[in-house]
């Protein structure tokens, strides 16, 4: 069996395949990236990509640049053909129209980011089932309680209700014009009292609504 042969573009084949691909894609590539590329197409093996591209950038064919131990491989500018006028128009149409497609993609990126905020912070279908059963049981507890209280017989009537407002407001008047009398009063005894007000109070005895935290209700 012969040796030395790694595939049908082995040696200068591997050359001139590597060149045309530099050329055509017009961007970097490392070895181990170019032998990815094109080991499946044209059977190449890493040693005859590697050993092509070196023989490439010494003819001068090719640029090399190392990046501390790998080395990246790239067409020479100057060898390209300068694009004619139509050419530059043309891929100035396709930048325009990429980059149109790129924010419309970004855009529509941004509102599926929004919905998926939103169902995020949604209840999902579990929380939602559990939420209704407890509002059903609640909507049941309070049902009950309204048909206890309509099936009482104890019920106030308007004309009660009406009565007992009309009292409250009687007694309440009574009241207010009963403190008024007795604070007039007291103001008087106190002008020659030689003792304090809260003094006076504790030897007669006199307890306040303030000293039991009742207010008088406001008149309507």
């Not at 809260?198 to 000293?211: H, L, M, N, P």
Request: hydrophobic share 35%; with cysteine; charged share 35%.
């Amino acid at each position: 069996m012969s040796k030395g042969r790694e595939g049908p573009a082995a040696g200068g084949g591997a050359a001139a395949v590597l060149l045309r691909y530099l050329r055509e894609q017009n961007r970097p590539y490392s070895a181990q990236d170019a032998f990815g590329n094109l080991q499946r197409e044209h059977g190449l093996g890493k040693a005859a990509v590697v050993k092509a591209l070196e023989q490439l950038a010494q003819q001068g064919r090719v640029r090399e640049k190392a990046y501390g131990k790998q080395k990246i491989y790239f067409a020479d500018q100057e060898q390209l053909p300068a694009a004619s006028d139509a050419e530059l128009r043309g891929l100035d149409g396709e930048i325009a129209a990429l980059s149109a497609k790129v924010q419309a993609l970004q855009q529509s990126c941004r509102q599926m980011e929004a919905e998926l905020k939103d169902l995020n912070s949604s209840m999902t279908t579990p929380e939602m089932t559990r939420e209704i059963e407890e509002l059903r049981k609640d909507c049941a507890s309070y049902t009950e309680k309204l048909e206890r209280i309509k099936s009482a017989t104890n019920h106030v009537t308007p004309e009660e209700k009406d009565k007992v407002c009309s009292e409250q407001k009687l007694y309440c008047k009574e009241w207010r014009k009963r403190k008024r009398m007795a604070t007039e009063l007291l103001e008087a005894i106190l002008e020659g009292y030689p003792k304090s007000k809260k003094q006076f109070f504790e030897e007669v005895g006199i307890e306040t609504d303030e000293d039991h935290n009742i207010t008088l209700p406001e008149a309507v």
